[in-house]
């Protein structure tokens, strides 16, 4: 035992001595996107949870909490700008349990947005061992100081069974400034399955990941954390489950998969999960059930809905193809013509793959890379025809993505680059019309304003409003600078403009997707968003949002009597239209209205209204009993208070 050692014990032992909770995984992020994030981690004994932020490291002023005593703790935090580092401490209500300058985080772009994004990428990781350590550290002195936007593991990230010792072992304290600062997407392989199952969502893996099954990362929800989507700048990405899924094309991950990639725009497509298409390495896609159905079955939806990467482990290899099209059967039927460029892709070489136009067209290539050897390098005859290289080394790869333009690199546990190539797409830099720092909403009663903030612009007409009651669409154009002059673009300009929309006569409580277009003189687009929000009144919250009660109600007002306020809850059921016209007014003993607290068109749901004690025109009210109605074009009830 070290010295380090010997204080960490020491410290650790006074802490249980003293009572004190000790942090003993994490914290670790999930799920980030551009406007929230999760936080999770473990506590040994149990305490209520409170992330402090913000992004000053000395001034943490804002809060989360939750107020369930566990030793489980897991903080969503919302609200948040793009593109912006946040700092922040965990611990409990009453104590900071783990913090400091390294405790940061930088979420993700908005979607659309063209800049730098770097990726680090292992697979089959999971054995805690020293060649995984060799190789953190490796990669951890080859980014320096460029931060690593994403954390992406390919599945068997804990050996032997995916237990939750083997997980703090091979992952949690493998990884832990990394996993402070970076988001973790991992897939799911066949050795979690020991101690996991997808079909059920139980057991550690399951556990310890909080996914985005609702699709609050982008893309569409897949309503399953086993296989996923999210947006990440200009890149779209879907994790997919090879092992204990339906992998058929009718089954719901492939269904889900095609619906996701139809609503795609984004320039960039990466797929990633376990069992690889093609490898001959220490497992064969030629005989093995999960391999072939993946390739025969998920494969051709890729390509045709444009797939730009597709990273897999399993095989305890590195294998990286030449750019690919439409080889789904065993590595005997590959034909000349399903290699659309044989050369080795490096633009100080045969020159980097090119793709024709940027965004998801159909069948224009990928490069399929197993990146299984981050824990392990197990050999295998490594012949797979669709390979341009096959190496039987101990490393993880590096992909780094600007604009039109990825750089893909598999760095060894030396750090020594053993291979690397480049995709470009489009015939040139497209360059960025418009560079927006900010896109953000606010909701109104009955309405919803949206802002955003150009930090330049490049021959800029103007904007395009789009509006959809999904994410996926479909959109209505609702607002175009042609007729509306708040839209109009500066044309050129390097000084940052803010623009302003609002769009009104919205249904309370319901929610709306935007998305924005900027439209240069040439006519070329490009597209911001979606966001979303729902339009409410100031003092009324939606309650459990997403649950439609089945018939109207009102209820008690509570707290009851009151001081500062107090709140009448009301349901909403669904009807014919698509909103009820609500009015919900305070009365005083003689009858006469004094407040009028609701006023306005609200979606079917639950709502809480807050009366806070005042008049009409804000002046406290003598206190007293008092009558309140709630009237509907089909229902009215009321109460006394
Ligand atoms: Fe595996």
């Not at 224009?364 to 824990?375: K, L």
Request: a negative charge; aromatic letters at 12%.
């Amino acid at each position: 035992m070290n010295s380090t050692d010997l204080a960490m014990d020491v410290e650790l032992r006074y802490r249980q001595a003293t009572g004190t909770p000790c942090v003993t995984r994490g914290p670790y992020l999930q799920s980030g996107a551009y406007n929230r994030i999760v936080i999770r981690w473990r506590t040994d004994t149990a305490t209520d949870s409170r992330v402090r932020y913000g992004t000053d490291p000395n001034n943490l002023h804002q809060i989360a909490d939750d107020a369930t005593v566990t030793t489980e703790h897991e903080i969503t935090l919302t609200g948040l700008t793009p593109s912006t580092r946040y700092y922040y401490s965990v611990g409990s209500s009453a104590t900071v349990l783990s913090g400091g300058a390294d405790h940061f985080f930088i979420t993700a772009p908005l979607p659309g947005t063209r800049k730098k994004i770097r990726l680090w990428v292992l697979g089959d990781s999971g054995t805690g061992n020293k060649d995984v350590q060799d190789l953190r550290d490796s990669y951890l002195a080859y980014t320096d100081t460029v931060h690593t936007d994403l954390f992406v593991m390919l599945g068997d990230n804990a050996y032997k069974n995916g237990s939750d010792d083997e997980y703090q072992v091979a992952l949690f304290e493998m990884f832990p400034t990394l996993l402070r600062q970076t988001v973790l997407w991992p897939a799911f392989g066949n050795h979690d399955a020991g101690n996991a199952s997808s079909t059920t969502q139980t057991g550690v893996f399951y556990d310890i990941f909080t996914l985005p099954k609702n699709g609050e990362a982008g893309g569409v929800a897949s309503g399953t954390e086993a296989y996923y989507a999210f947006n990440y700048g200009n890149i779209h990405f879907v994790c997919l489950n090879s092992h204990d899924i339906d992998r058929s094309t009718t089954g719901a991950m492939l269904t889900w998969l095609q619906n996701d990639l139809t609503a795609n725009s984004a320039d960039w497509t990466i797929a990633f999960w376990h069992h690889p298409p093609y490898t001959k390495g220490s497992h064969d896609s030629d005989v093995e059930l999960q391999l072939i159905e993946m390739r025969q079955n998920a494969v051709p939806i890729l390509e045709s809905n444009g797939v730009d990467l597709v990273l897999t482990g399993h095989s305890h290899s590195y294998e990286r193809s030449y750019l690919l099209n439409g080889h789904y059967g065993s590595s005997g039927t590959l034909t000349g013509t399903m290699i659309l460029d044989n050369g080795d892709g490096r633009i100080d070489g045969n020159g980097a793959y090119t793709k024709p136009t940027l965004g998801p067209v159909p069948n224009q290539g990928a490069v399929y890379a197993v990146v299984g050897s981050s824990g392990h390098a197990t050999g295998g005859p490594l012949n797979h025809p669709a390979m341009y290289i096959s190496l039987n080394q101990i490393g993880g790869a590096v992909v780094d993505v600007d604009s039109n333009r990825l750089d893909f690199t598999f760095l060894d546990k030396t750090g020594a680059r053993q291979d690397y190539f480049t995709i470009i797409k489009g015939s040139s830099d497209p360059g960025l019309p418009v560079e927006l720092s900010t896109f953000y909403s606010k909701a109104g009663d009955g309405e919803i304003t949206l802002f955003w903030v150009t930090q330049s612009e490049l021959h800029n007409q103007g904007f395009e409003v789009f509006r959809s009651h999904t994410s996926q669409g479909p959109y209505r154009q609702i607002a175009s600078f042609r007729t509306h002059p708040e839209l109009e673009g500066a044309g050129n300009s390097n000084v940052s403009r803010e623009y302003r929309f609002v769009d009104r006569f919205l249904i309370n409580g319901k929610t709306y997707w935007y998305r924005l277009e900027s439209v240069d003189f040439s006519g070329q687009r490009h597209r911001y968003g979606p966001i979303h929000l729902s339009p409410i009144s100031l003092n009324t919250i939606p309650i459990d949002p997403g649950n439609v009660p089945e018939r109207f109600a009102l209820y008690p007002a509570f707290p009851n009597p009151f001081n500062s306020g107090t709140t009448l809850r009301f349901d909403l059921p669904s009807t014919r239209q698509p909103f009820h016209r609500v009015e919900l007014t305070i009365h005083d003993v003689q009858g006469r209205r004094i407040r009028t607290l609701v006023s306005g068109n609200y979606a079917p749901g639950s709502y809480g209204a807050y009366w806070d004690g005042t008049d009409d025109r804000g002046t406290p009210v003598a206190s007293g009993m008092f009558f309140y109605l709630l009237r509907t074009r089909e229902w009215q009830s009321g109460g006394r208070m």
